[in-house]
């Protein structure tokens, strides 16, 4: 700043005065959010979500927000960030939704099977569900507003030995899952869940903890599974997992209009932009693979026909389980299948 040059005698002059007070001002309206998360920097989540939404919410705002980023699990792990977001050791976080069945169960239905074909259809569907409705009122329970959603293309299974076929192929295998509805997809088929967060996942395929897993192809390479696994389906219906980037919300309702409505629009363009990525990266990944030696294969008709036929009760138990319990699932399977079939 020019007055730094001036004689201590003229600090106090009128133009120094003003130019100190329009930078404190400038600095008192700052507002610094903690971004945590527990996938690596490399990951999807990160590289295609996180970082390109910060930034996009940097420039709409002209300055007046910026973010503190611990990606990683530097500060919290995966499975723990819905507790890091309410105790407030984080301001935004990434919910995984396959680890918050007890917190969110109604919306464990975006990651049913047989519920959307890519990932484009299945965001805009749950991405339109979690601000309006019964899934948003989950959320408003816990004081959480969502920002925007991430789901990958439906999952695929991938075994570290003999590449699995059929609905006897799964019989006597243990698989690794996300949790929710992929426990319950996992023992329709005759396998046995073993419910291991992502990041613990290369370990335990690695000594034979798990047979196998049911994965989307984003997360492979970044958890470096291609380096151990020994094939992968490429046409199956196994479900998917969700993620929800949120804030608190009364820190959303804390936002001037203005800041609310650049962090709402610019979730909506990261979102559309990883949904295009991940069911581009499909095809992509699938040559890559097979080209490394990993055997990329599909389920016959036949095969695919009678896995589908298992996979439909998955849904069914889903929702009785639910019922059981005092939540209205047959009405948010029913809309949410409504939501996806318009898309």
């Given at each position: 700043?020019?007055?730094?040059?001036?004689?201590?005698?003229?600090?106090?002059?009128?133009?120094?005065?003003?130019?100190?007070?329009?930078?404190?001002?400038?600095?008192?309206?700052?507002?610094?959010?903690?971004?945590?998360?527990?996938?690596?920097?490399g990951h999807?989540?990160?590289?295609?979500?996180?970082?390109?939404?910060?930034?996009?919410?940097?420039?709409?705002?002209?300055?007046?927000?910026?973010?503190?980023?611990?990606?990683s699990?530097q500060?919290?792990?995966?499975?723990?960030?819905?507790?890091?977001?309410?105790?407030?050791?984080?301001?935004?976080?990434?919910?995984p939704?396959?680890?918050?069945?007890?917190?969110?169960?109604?919306?464990?239905?975006?990651?049913?099977?047989?519920?959307g074909?890519?990932?484009?259809?299945?965001?805009?569907?749950?991405?339109?569900?979690?601000?309006?409705?019964?899934?948003?009122?989950?959320?408003?329970?816990?004081?959480?507003?969502?920002?925007?959603?991430?789901?990958?293309?439906?999952?695929q299974?991938?075994?570290?030995?003999?590449?699995?076929?059929?609905?006897?192929?799964?019989?006597?295998?243990?698989?690794?899952?996300?949790?929710?509805?992929?426990?319950?997809?996992?023992?329709?088929?005759?396998?046995?869940?073993?419910?291991?967060?992502?990041?613990?996942?290369?370990?335990?395929?690695?000594?034979?903890?798990?047979?196998?897993?049911?994965?989307?192809?984003?997360?492979?390479?970044?958890?470096?599974?291609?380096?151990?696994?020994?094939?992968?389906?490429?046409?199956g219906?196994?479900?998917?997992?969700?993620?929800?980037?949120?804030m608190?919300?009364?820190?959303?309702?804390?936002?001037?209009?203005?800041?609310?409505?650049?962090?709402?629009?610019?979730?909506?363009?990261?979102?559309?932009d990883?949904?295009?990525?991940?069911?581009?990266e499909?095809?992509?990944?699938?040559?890559?693979?097979?080209?490394?030696?990993?055997?990329?294969?599909?389920?016959?008709?036949?095969?695919?026909?009678?896995?589908?036929?298992?996979?439909?009760?998955?849904?069914?138990?889903?929702?009785?389980?639910l019922?059981r319990?005092?939540?209205?699932?047959?009405?948010?399977?029913?809309?949410?299948?409504?939501?996806?079939?318009?898309?």
């Amino acid at each position: 700043m020019e007055c730094q040059a001036m004689k201590m005698k003229h600090l106090f002059s009128p133009i120094c005065i003003g130019l100190f007070a329009i930078a404190n001002a400038a600095a008192a309206q700052a507002q610094s959010f903690s971004f945590v998360h527990g996938s690596p920097e490399g990951h999807m989540l990160s590289r295609q979500g996180a970082e390109p939404w910060m930034e996009c919410v940097r420039e709409e705002s002209e300055g007046e927000v910026d973010f503190d980023y611990y990606p990683s699990g530097q500060i919290s792990s995966t499975p723990e960030l819905f507790r890091a977001l309410q105790s407030r050791i984080a301001d935004v976080v990434i919910i995984p939704i396959g680890y918050v069945s007890d917190e969110l169960p109604l919306n464990g239905v975006s990651m049913l099977p047989g519920l959307g074909s890519s990932s484009k259809e299945i965001v805009a569907a749950y991405s339109e569900a979690v601000r309006n409705g019964v899934l948003a009122d989950e959320f408003v329970s816990h004081d959480i507003m969502p920002l925007f959603v991430s789901v990958y293309p439906p999952y695929q299974m991938v075994s570290m030995g003999d590449k699995i076929e059929s609905v006897d192929d799964f019989r006597g295998k243990v698989v690794r899952s996300a949790g929710g509805a992929m426990n319950l997809a996992i023992s329709e088929l005759g396998a046995s869940p073993a419910e291991i967060p992502i990041g613990d996942t290369y370990v335990a395929l690695e000594r034979g903890t798990a047979d196998g897993t049911i994965s989307g192809f984003a997360s492979i390479k970044p958890f470096s599974l291609d380096e151990i696994m020994s094939s992968m389906s490429r046409n199956g219906e196994f479900g998917t997992f969700s993620n929800v980037f949120a804030m608190r919300l009364g820190d959303f309702e804390a936002l001037s209009d203005e800041l609310q409505q650049a962090f709402l629009e610019c979730g909506d363009r990261v979102q559309e932009d990883m949904a295009h990525y991940l069911d581009d990266e499909v095809e992509l990944l699938s040559q890559e693979f097979a080209e490394s030696g990993i055997d990329i294969y599909e389920f016959s008709p036949e095969a695919l026909e009678e896995l589908n036929e298992r996979l439909e009760a998955v849904s069914e138990s889903w929702v009785q389980r639910l019922e059981r319990r005092g939540h209205p699932a047959q009405q948010v399977f029913d809309e949410y299948a409504a939501a996806l079939a318009d898309q």
